[in-house]
């Protein structure tokens, strides 16, 4: 808590993070969270809170009917399905075969990685379609 404290009065805010919501996982489940952070570059909890609150934010722009959130969410799983069929085929015309722990770790990366990558397609800047 004390973190928090010394967080919040350095970005100059005046709201405390003072409450926690939990919840129970496995060990396995930990594993892959703490993974996913560390890739990051955040602390897990850091992390947590914001995928919560982007969740949050995505779902509550789509209740109200915001289509570019849509667009956003639509983008994000065709990069994840372009990157898995890129890696998957990839390894299929060199002849080889992936078993099922290299099938799940793709499975894995795709997911953990695909919204930061349509984040960086959504930042790039467009091409000059203007002469």
């Known amino acids: 808590m004390a ?19 939990s919840t129970k996982v496995t060990e396995s489940e930990l ?5 996913a952070a560390a ?4 602390r897990l909890s850091e992390w947590i809170r914001e995928v919560l609150f982007q969740e949050l934010r995505d779902s509550d722009h789509m209740n109200s009917g915001d ?3 849509y667009g956003k969410r639509l983008l994000t799983e065709i ?4 990157v ?5 085929l990839s390894t299929m015309s060199r002849g080889e075969w992936l078993d099922a722990e290299q099938y799940e770790e793709i499975t894995r990366q795709v997911k953990a990685k695909k919204h930061r990558w349509a984040q960086e397609i959504l930042a790039e800047q ?3 379609t203007h002469p």
């Not at 594993?31 to 993974?35: D, N």
């Not at 890739?39 to 955040?42: K, P």
Request: hydrophobic share 35%; net charge positive; charged share 30%.
């Open 3 to 21: 973190a928090e404290i010394k967080s919040a009065k350095k970005n100059g805010s005046r709201n405390f993070r003072i409450r926690t919501a």
């Open 31 to 35: 594993a892959e969270l703490e993974r």
């Open 39 to 42: 890739e990051r570059g955040l």
């Open 67 to 69: 289509h570019f959130n």
């Open 79 to 82: 990069v994840g399905l372009q």
């Open 84 to 88: 898995f069929l890129t890696h998957v």
């Open 126 to 128: 467009p091409p000059n």
